[in-house]
């Protein structure tokens, strides 16, 4: 009887609400049976919830797809750490997290689901017979998810030094978010590590609370654009150090006191008291856990194909600073989501994924996780 109910039961369900002529039907349907789960469906599955991810998930809710964004660990991304943003065409002067919230609201407008959930763990199953296949996703509660396109949007993490001091002292004077920690040091000397955009943007974030704040550059040059660095100029409290490496976080067991450095043309050493030391060196790309799925390049971001964002699996694409190591930009993450949510659209439709399949899917879609 448990037999019955557990396999045959799905199977009836199953022949009566999937078409048998498309993609969505025979591999899908044994593949349900297998697992008894009976709502676990996501048409479009969204992996991060940054400016790439929603954009996906804006163009994913109004294609009418069930469009499921999976927000991680951070949601938002890089932009909810970003204060004041003015390179965004067409949006002036807003906060990061401004632009987030909004964002995250026009998706929902248009229907897309923003689940509070982490996906640990992806595979690919395909069929015995033919080409079909299916993504099956495990999220932070060891549910199953059985997706039938990915975009990838897991963007960047904060790159570290790698010296010693660094890991003991995170979170007690050494940080990467600069408009998180800002506060903690008023009227204290900081130290950012980094010449690029980010240096800027968290010297001018920690500027109006801290004494001094030094721009630790390790070459002869900023890397940042220069509109940026002009601003710095508003900043008395702010001044920019070249050519110096830092060799060690020092501090007293609690909290950090200062760090040694190097002059790299002099080789000569030094030690700079501080309070804290921000960390503006760059990012890697998350991609951990595609790396048996998809192609990643020798520095770690996933290779595309072509002009789109298709990778080289069908029905995996990926968008944003996972994918992006030369532009990086929120507008340039924004565009690549949108690409990844046509491509993905295209594949299921070309797929036989039409408006009848969706209604008749409907019963069986993924819509979180009850915690
Ligand atoms: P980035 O442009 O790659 O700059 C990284 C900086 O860190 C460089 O100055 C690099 O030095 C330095 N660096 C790397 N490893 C180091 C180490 N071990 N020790 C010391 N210094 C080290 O990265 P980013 O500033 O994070 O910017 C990433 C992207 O986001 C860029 O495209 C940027 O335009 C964008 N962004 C934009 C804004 C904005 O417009 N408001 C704000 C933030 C970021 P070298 O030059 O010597 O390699």
Do not use: W
């Not at 080409?131 to 039938?148: G, M, P, R, S, W």
């Not at 508003?234 to 200062?258: A, P, R, S």
């Amino acid at each position: 009887m448990n037999f019955y109910i557990k396999k045959i039961v799905p199977l009836i369900f199953c022949n009566f609400i999937l078409y048998a002529n498309d993609f969505t039907s025979k591999y899908l349907e044994k593949k349900l049976q297998a697992t008894d789960e009976t709502k676990s469906l996501v048409p479009l599955a969204i992996i991060g919830g940054g400016s790439a991810g929603l954009a996906a998930g804006i163009y994913g809710g109004r294609a009418n797809m069930h469009t499921v964004v999976f927000m991680g660990t951070h949601p938002g991304g890089q932009l909810v750490e970003t204060s004041i943003v003015e390179n965004i065409p067409g949006v002036s002067r807003k906060t990061g997290e401004e632009i987030m919230d909004l964002t995250k609201q026009q998706a929902k407008e248009f229907g897309a689901l923003l689940l509070d959930e982490t996906i640990k763990k992806i595979e690919i199953e395909t069929s015995d017979d033919d080409d079909k296949q299916i993504f099956v996703l495990t999220n932070d509660a060891d549910e199953k998810i059985y997706a039938l396109a990915i975009v990838i949007a897991t963007g960047s993490s904060p790159r570290k030094l790698n010296v010693p001091g660094e890991d003991e002292y995170f979170g007690n004077g050494v940080s990467t978010c600069a408009l998180c920690d800002c506060v903690l040091y008023k009227g204290q000397d900081v130290v950012i590590v980094g010449g690029g955009d980010d240096a800027v943007e968290k010297a001018m974030q920690v500027a109006p609370y801290a004494k001094n704040v030094t721009i630790l550059v390790r070459s002869d040059r900023m890397r940042a654009a220069p509109k940026m660095c002009d601003k710095l100029s508003d900043y008395e409290n702010v001044k920019i150090v070249y050519n110096k490496k830092v060799t060690e976080i020092v501090g007293d067991g609690d909290c950090v006191t200062g760090i040694r450095i190097i002059d790299i043309l002099t080789l000569e050493e030094d030690f700079m008291p501080v309070a804290g030391v921000f960390l503006a060196v760059g990012h890697n790309p998350n991609t951990g856990l595609y790396k048996d799925l998809i192609d990643i390049s020798d520095d770690g971001y996933i290779i595309l194909q072509s002009r789109s964002q298709q990778t080289c699996t069908p029905g995996i694409y990926a968008a944003g600073d996972v994918a992006d190591g030369q532009y990086r930009q929120a507008g340039t993450a924004n565009g690549d989501g949108i690409k990844a949510a046509l491509d993905a659209v295209k594949y299921l439709r070309s797929k036989g994924f039409t408006e009848k399949v969706a209604r008749e899917m409907r019963p069986r879609y993924y819509k979180g996780m009850v915690r």
